[in-house]
């Protein structure tokens, strides 16, 4: 029986660091599941979308997007019983204190800089994904 690789969903506005993430992921898991959307509209939108036992099994969420940034997407999601299990990432440039205060106080699993460079992503990412996902698996994603 074929399953789809565990899933991750990743919401970053900015085009080219929505590929080099992708990029990342792929070096690190070549097997990983990822869908990309641009904001936190199409982040909900493809979660509502997906059959209970197809959500993904980690979010990767940039803080500031256009149309809904990533506070109002963690508000939406911890309100939503069937989505508010899913664990969320917060990656972001901000190196705000009061960032990482809010998001830490809406539940998300972690918040993270995002690195300059795709070596550092590729690092930051391959410890994130062990820690979050732990090894690897095969199970349904949407």
């Given at each position: 029986m074929t399953h789809a690789a565990t899933g991750l969903l990743l919401a970053e506005d900015d085009p080219d660091d929505r590929f080099l993430i992708v990029r990342a992921l792929h070096r690190v898991r070549p097997q990983l599941r990822v869908t990309a959307v641009a904001d936190g509209v199409e982040l909900l939108a493809h979660l509502r979308s997906c059959a209970l036992e197809q959500l993904p099994q980690l979010l990767l969420l940039d803080l500031n997007m256009p149309r809904m940034d990533g506070r109002e997407v963690l508000a939406h999601l911890r309100a939503?019983?069937?989505?508010?299990?899913?664990?969320?990432?917060?990656?972001?440039?901000?190196?705000?204190?009061?960032?990482?205060?809010?998001?830490?106080?809406?539940?998300?699993?972690?918040?993270?800089?995002?690195?300059?460079?795709?070596?550092?992503?590729?690092?930051?990412?391959?410890?994130?994904?062990?820690?979050?996902?732990?090894?690897?698996?095969?199970?349904?994603?949407?």
């Open positions: 939503d019983p069937r989505l508010s299990g899913i664990p969320v990432v917060v990656l972001s440039t901000s190196v705000e204190p009061e960032d990482r205060a809010r998001v830490q106080a809406a539940h998300a699993a972690d918040f993270l800089s995002k690195p300059d460079e795709f070596s550092a992503m590729v690092i930051l990412l391959r410890s994130l994904l062990s820690d979050k996902l732990g090894a690897e698996t095969e199970l349904p994603a949407c």
